[in-house]
């Protein structure tokens, strides 16, 4: 698939999302052809809204995709993960990563002035020039070094800002878990990026696109320590939906 | 002139670390509170050398191939082990993993590494309270002591078979930490009746005396530790988690596995009420794993309904706010000790429960000269008097450390030391 079909898909989702997010799939089915428990769930559990129970209206679709991303990571993103782990010396490794958060910085730019944090773009900007050229095409990251830390901000906490909710839970293929306005920002994030940022450079070149997408793809996903299953707990997907949920409320990038 | 003394210099500063550790040395363990230990990981330059890679592989058994695995845990195909092999004839030893622990948690392949290093072939296996075992090896319900060490059992048989072609055994050997060391002496005396292995050496490391005592005294540490009592566990967690998340920073992601919750405390102030408090958390955790997935592979009516039908979709945060609620001393009292009362008539209450102790076991522990015990005076989940009976039992066989809380200091180059010696001992010389 080439990366603008990739693009195209992950906008079908995450609009399919936002329309269906009004719907409700009804989490506690009652079911008349089987005892209730010894313990139950009114009798254990006080009233209130508990930690593990987030927003989620679109729970069949996501627990689908979680299935899906458990067998893709498995089958596919995991050994490619290994196999560029094996093949690029952790020098290299590092190198690329850098690369990637380079070319990253220009939606730290547009959001952090969206955001009116004028410091944040003005640090920004002097990264991507300090790195871009001592740092030779972003390659190393001397900013840092000289105090110029990394500005991490997207379109998902400027809809924040502006007082957009979170919306629903959202897990999408490949993607992973998000939610419906962090992923409205990460689209149009990725958009802006490759009309007008530096991914513009090459993106009429389709070789190319798909060598950035594919690359910084496995790049984002050797960087991501979580492995399916690590946790033993057959409440993986609460466990995760919950993390998820608490350190979006409490505005750390991940 | 300078090169030669610079030279001098970089030898000295070469040997000298040996020079030290050549030296007797006494134990010397940095953490004296005993929650602190269990938690903390010892420095790197405290713990013993381990090789960086191994030759090692995974493998998967099926103990009951004919079983039908519910939806719900559409991930599970098979029970995984892991085996490490020498290119040439040693001994093997299996080992068991603690509460909730899997065959490659990180304990569990740095224990690898040592007794690969020490000249073994090793198998690593799940524990039978894990999730993936009570799904595709349990016999029955997990946590009872006789049925736990068959259904082990069952599993050793299978994954030697599978691998016998592979590697050259001169012998058997059995190790098991913290459940997997009680899990151990239970599969030790089995053995004795069976005689598939013939185990050589068994060795238990940092084993509960009473497992219902140590799982309660564990519990209560949740319970007795969280700030304002249970009521305010949420409020509790949320910001145990957000102080976490601003540590992750430095440390990568968040994770919710128990290394990750270990790894970001030693970056924060420890307060020994709030590590107390999580590791109560990170047991709770386990059980709760163990009583949703029991209840479900039994046909429900604890914490599911009965029967469950649950899909690969249904949502479970219910049934997961359930099982957070229920201690692993409600399960034994409501499910498996009904359940064995109801299968054996005439087994009394108090001769389950002895059962459930080492103690079932103290004249057979006390006569048979192949089994080790490595422990701590210190350790969170010893009743008072424990160690006392331990050493009784055990005798010379015992080596009990002053400090080094739960499982803190099996690392440590004495306590690895020990470990290494009485498996290779040709003879225990008492």
Redesign the interface.
Known sequence: MSADGLRRLWAGVVLGGILLGGCSTA???K?VN????????EQ???SGR????VD?SL??FN??SY?FN?YFDGFLFIPMVRGYEFVLPNYVQGRLSNAFDNVGEFGNLTNSLLQFKLKSAGITVGRFVVNSTVGIAGLWDPATAWGLRRQSRNLGQTLACYGAGSGSYLVLPILGPINVRDASGMLLDTAAASLVGPAALWSGNTVASIAYTGTSAVDKRH????R????????E????RM?NS??GE?G?P? | MIRSTLLIMAALSLALPRLVLAAPQSYFYPFVNPYEATVMELPSYLEVKLPDRIPSREFTVHPFPGRQIPE????EDGLTCTLAYQNHKAPLIFVIAGT???HDSSRMVKLQKLFYQAGFHVISLTSPT???FIVNASGGLPGDSLGDAQDLYRIMELAYSQIRGEIEVSGFALAGYSLGAFNAAFVANLDEQRKVFNFQKVLLLNPPVSLIESVTALDQLLVENVPGGM?QF?VW??NA??QM??V?RQM??????CDFLYGAYKRLPPKVENVAALIGLSFR??S??LV??A??MNG??????????LT???????????????RFL?YYN?LLAPSHLQQEPGLAREALLERMSLRHLGAYLKNTDKIGLVHNEDDIILGPGDIDYLLGVFGSRARIFPTGGHLGNLLHPEVAGFMVDFLRAKEHKL
């Open positions: 989490a506690r089915m079911d089987s005892t209730p428990p010894l313990r139950s769930y254990l559990v006080g508990h930690l593990l129970e989620d729970e069949g627990r689908g299935r458990y960087r991501v320590p979580f399916y299953r690590q946790t033993g707990s057959p409440f997907y609460e466990l995760l993390l608490m350190m409490s750390v991940d | 719900v845990f559409w991930y909730g622990s899997s894990h999730m993936d009521n949420e967690f949320k988690l957000l998340a601003a992750s990568g992601p968040v994770e919710l596995s955790m386990n709760a794993n949703f997935t209840d479900v429900g009516g604890y914490v599911v309904p009965k029967p469950p039908r690969a979709s249904s949502p479970l945060t219910g049934y997961a706010l359930v099982s957070y609620n229920t409600d409501d």
